[in-house]
């Protein structure tokens, strides 16, 4: 069974999210901080973080120049902060390796520090409207229900997930990189989790799923992550304490930040293993090359 390209595009076209990295005029850079931005991260706390950071740097060599310890306080509350360091490494490896352009080649994308499959896919499809499959759990849910007629679509599996995303494109580039997009948006707004609201979906009369009688997921189930009390959460605070401070700041500046001392000293240990803290000469704390 395959979907419609045209009806799914048409449906893109008049219902899509207006989001900045969308725009016609975005550049493949403006593209890629989007998708490593948006990364486990929601599109509302994302965008106004797009803005700023394009503002400051439209460029990858622009981003290359600034300091760690900039960047990791621009990243702010985006979660996840080795990303903000990934991304200023590829961007650093773009500057010096690709004339400060985005590279348009998959593999030549995969090289770059940082970029995972899935981004490479992402800026191949949607900054240089290359037929490339990109599939994310929106995309693997929308296939799941509307090709397979299943409630979910189960543990992932990158080479079968490829392989359905894949023989449902169009052969010609625009269209596929367009219904690519389409398909993330309706699974990212009707097509969800736990309430699709199947009246509004553009390809309601030949899903698979609706047409089985919406059966229930009946597969495993999926972790749910929670933050409050994770080594996720200390890691922040810790961060918080730095980003507000323009000097280092000692060990017991950083204690008040969280009562498990066993916790707090782990996470402490994490942030300086994965270079996101640096410890001064005299037993101080800072941000990244800022003492």
């Known amino acids: 069974m395959s979907l419609d390209a045209h009806v799914l595009t048409d449906w893109f076209a008049e219902r899509a999210r207006d989001l900045p990295w969308r725009a016609p005029g975005c550049s493949a850079w403006g593209v890629l901080v989007s998708e490593i931005m948006l990364q ?9 973080v797009w803005h700023e950071w394009l ?18 306080r621009a990243w702010g509350k985006l979660g996840y902060p080795r990303r903000a360091l990934r991304l200023r490494e590829a961007a650093t490896a ?6 400060d352009v985005v590279p348009s080649d998959v593999d030549t994308l995969l090289a770059l520090p940082g970029i995972g499959a899935y981004t490479a896919r992402a800026v191949a499809a949607f900054a240089y409207r290359k037929r490339c499959p990109v599939v994310d759990t929106n995309v693997r849910r929308v296939i799941a229900r509307a090709v397979h007629g299943a409630g979910d679509a189960g543990p992932a599996s990158a080479t079968r997930d490829l392989a359905d995303a894949d023989a449902l494109l169009p052969a010609a580039d625009e269209l596929a990189a367009r219904m690519s997009a389409a398909l993330m948006e309706l699974g990212q707004t009707v097509c969800t989790a736990r309430a699709p609201r199947c009246a509004d979906c553009p390809v309601y009369e030949s899903c698979a799923w609706q047409r089985a009688g919406r059966p229930a997921y009946t597969g495993p189930a999926k972790p749910v992550q929670r933050f409050a009390g994770t080594d996720r959460q200390v890691r922040g605070r810790l961060l918080d304490v730095l ?14 930040v969280w009562s498990d001392a066993g916790q707090r000293d782990r996470c402490l240990d994490s942030l300086l293993t994965d270079g996101l803290v640096e410890q001064t000469a005299d037993g101080l704390f800072a941000l990244p090359g800022e003492h």
């Open 94 to 99: 773009i500057a010096e390796r690709h004339g």
């Open 243 to 256: 980003r507000d401070t323009p000097t280092p700041v000692a060990k017991a500046q950083l204690d008040m």
């Open 40 to 48: 486990q991260t929601p599109v509302a706390r994302v965008e106004p």
């Open 55 to 72: 503002a400051r740097w439209p460029k990858p060599s622009d981003l290359a120049d600034a300091t760690p310890a900039d960047v990791l």
